[in-house]
Structures are given as C-alpha cells and as structure tokens.
Nanobody, 123 residues
Framework: QMQLQGAGENSVQAGGSLRLSCADE???????LGWFRQAPGKEREGVAA?????YYADSVKGRFTISRDSADNTVHLQMNNLQPEDTANYFCASRPTILVFGSPLSPTEYSYWGQGTQVTVSS
C-alpha cells in the first residue's frame, strides 16, 4: 500500500542530490510516513519521518528533508550532499494509527512498506 515512484536505482557522485517519492495508497491515509534504509549486512534504520512533526536521524540532519503532499498523498525525501555512507536500499513506509510512545524512526512502528530503491553514492 505504499508505491515507490520513479526509477528503481539511483546513482550519484558524492555531493550530489536525489529525490525519492512514494505514494501512500492507504484508503484512510497515514498518521506517519517514513523513509528507511538498509545497507548490506546492516539492520534497517530510520532516516526521516513525518507525523505531526518531522524527525531525522542524526546522520542526515541538515542534508535530507522529508515532505508530505496531502493533495496527492505522496511523501518525498530530498537528499542533498549525499555521501558514500548513504549508499543503501531505501524504503518508504506508513503507519496508519497514532503513535504515542514509540519512535517515529523505528521500523517496527510501521505497517505498510513500499518496494526498495537502491541508492548508490560513489566517491
């Protein structure tokens, strides 16, 4: 119920920018929308989330921006100044219900996931 938009692979040189977009196809919308990433051999980690507020992993603060377009139920991740350590498979996800106690950046708080898209940043 989350549909990634655009190309399946994205490659850029260090310092470059990319924009990821995902459509929220949940009938009643979502309370939180998030972007997560998973590098080979590592656990999936939260990158950015938007609920009533926005949340960012420390590693991307100041470089990544999450936004939500209510008109067409899409969530975007603008990634600037990309670095090789940002290389990973990126996923969008939604949480339909209110989040009270958990972390908006925790993958376990999300119910619906889009297919991943590979982001590769070369040095």
């Amino acid at each position: 119920q989350m549909q990634l938009q655009g190309a399946g692979e994205n490659s850029v040189q260090a310092g470059g920018s990319l924009r990821l977009s995902c459509a929220d196809e949940n009938t009643h919308g979502s309370y939180c929308l998030g972007w997560f990433r998973q590098a080979p051999g590592k656990e999936r980690e939260g990158v950015a989330a938007i609920c009533r507020s926005t949340y960012y992993a420390d590693s991307v603060k100041g470089r990544f921006t999450i936004s939500r377009d209510s008109a067409d139920n899409t969530v975007h991740l603008q990634m600037n100044n990309l670095q090789p350590e940002d290389t990973a498979n990126y996923f969008c996800a939604s949480r339909p219900t209110i989040l009270v106690f958990g972390s908006p950046l925790s993958p376990t708080e999300y119910s619906y996931w889009g297919q991943g898209t590979q982001v590769t940043v070369s040095s």
